[in-house]
């Protein structure tokens, strides 16, 4: 799971009482601890991150900022539990955060919560439909799920996919999103395959993972088939041209 860039300003001091000043003297040791934490954050020092990120908290707790860029430390850290109370807070404080829905969703899927973590990455791109991190993760879980099936889950004896599939499918998902490439859809088969496939103007492109670890792919021009043959992964980018072009 990958991680959001965290944020790098803090937002404004709404609505400030001009008759308490210590508010306003504490919201600005308060982005002072933030600052200090951001810079911290993109030397690698996590560690000291954090406590400048909570330092900023305990002056002022209602920076959704410093909770999600707190979050995504601990998130970094592998502790998930805490990286989602973290996550909380800011999406209470700030319920278009975006950034903390998305590590939300990295932190629940970690923890094995993935329908959860489905509606984080969908409610991240809700928010903002060009977060391509967000998208990319989302695909990714959908594709884990088809391991969650039941047996029979179509009534007709469907089986789930293997974790083996599944990683083959992610491997080529993979390799399309480094093309900066969106899919049309995934579906699992009733044998336990797997099925991708992107689609631009009147083409179309289907990649398969077998369940015996064969994969291959087929293009379509106007719903007729072209080629099918074995597929490597050494292909995609080629194949990626081939259909937008």
Not at 78 to 93: L, S, T
């Amino acid at each position: 799971m990958l991680a959001q860039s965290p944020f790098q300003t803090f937002s404004p001091l709404l609505n400030p009482d001009p008759k308490n000043p210590k508010i306003q003297q504490d919201y600005k040791k308060a982005e002072k601890h933030f600052i200090i934490g951001y810079k911290l954050q993109k030397q690698g020092k996590y560690e000291e991150a954090i406590k400048e990120y909570t330092k900023s908290i305990k002056l002022h707790n209602k920076s959704t900022e410093a909770y999600t860029n707190r979050g995504s430390l601990k998130l970094q850290q592998q502790k998930f539990q805490e990286a989602v109370q973290d996550f909380n807070e800011a999406v209470k404080i700030n319920p278009k955060n975006f950034l903390a829905y998305s590590n939300r969703g990295a932190a629940k899927f970690l923890l094995a919560e993935y329908q959860e973590a489905i509606q984080d990455f969908s409610q991240a791109l809700i928010i903002n439909p060009d977060d391509f991190i967000s998208y990319r993760q989302l695909q990714q879980i959908l594709i884990v799920t088809y391991t969650q099936l039941p047996q029979n889950w179509d009534s007709y004896g469907a089986i789930p996919s293997t974790l083996k599939t599944a990683e083959n499918a992610n491997e080529i998902l993979s390799e399309i999103f480094n093309n900066q490439q969106k899919i049309f859809h995934s579906a699992p088969s009733p044998n336990g395959d797997i099925m991708i496939e992107l689609q631009h103007k009147n083409k179309a492109l289907e990649l398969e993972c077998f369940a015996d670890g064969k994969q291959t792919y087929t293009t379509l021009i106007n719903n007729e088939v072209q080629e099918e043959k074995e597929l490597k992964i050494t292909n995609i980018p080629n194949l990626l041209i081939w259909l937008n072009s």
